[in-house]
């Protein structure tokens, strides 16, 4: 069974830097998109970055294109967001999500995700 658990959130002011990990246990994940997506109360879901676990292979949400960076680690099956330049609009939810066919597109679409973590808060003040 696929799980994901994420940690690394927290209170941090504009401007600054946090970085977030999603831990993946359950399957062999070559073939699988990690992605994270975060959600704003009252807002819909929205993608943030994913990388084709394969090729290394990444995407980024516009908003965040810049600021943000995905990155693996095979060796011990984790997915990190490395988050800069923090604004208080990136206040939301962050949520790891692993897509099983994955290792061509690493798609926005949260309906194309399999498995989803429980998230992690990220608040930004100003």
């Known amino acids: 069974q696929v799980q994901l658990v994420e940690s690394g959130g927290g209170l941090v002011q504009a401007g600054g830097s946090l970085n977030l990990s999603c831990a993946a246990s359950?399957?062999?994940?070559?073939?699988?998109?990690m992605s994270w997506f975060r959600q704003a109360p009252g807002k819909e879901r929205e993608f943030v970055a994913g990388i084709a676990w394969s090729t290394g292979h990444t995407r980024y949400g516009d908003s965040v294109e810049g600021r943000f960076a995905i990155s693996r680690d095979n060796a011990n099956n984790a997915v990190y967001l490395q988050m800069n330049s923090l604004k208080p609009e990136d206040t939301a939810t962050y949520y790891c999500a692993a897509d099983d066919w994955g290792i061509v597109v690493v798609t926005a679409d949260p309906n194309e995700y399999d498995f989803w973590g429980q998230g992690t808060q990220v608040t930004v003040s100003s």
């Open positions: 359950g399957d062999n994940f070559s073939n699988y998109a």
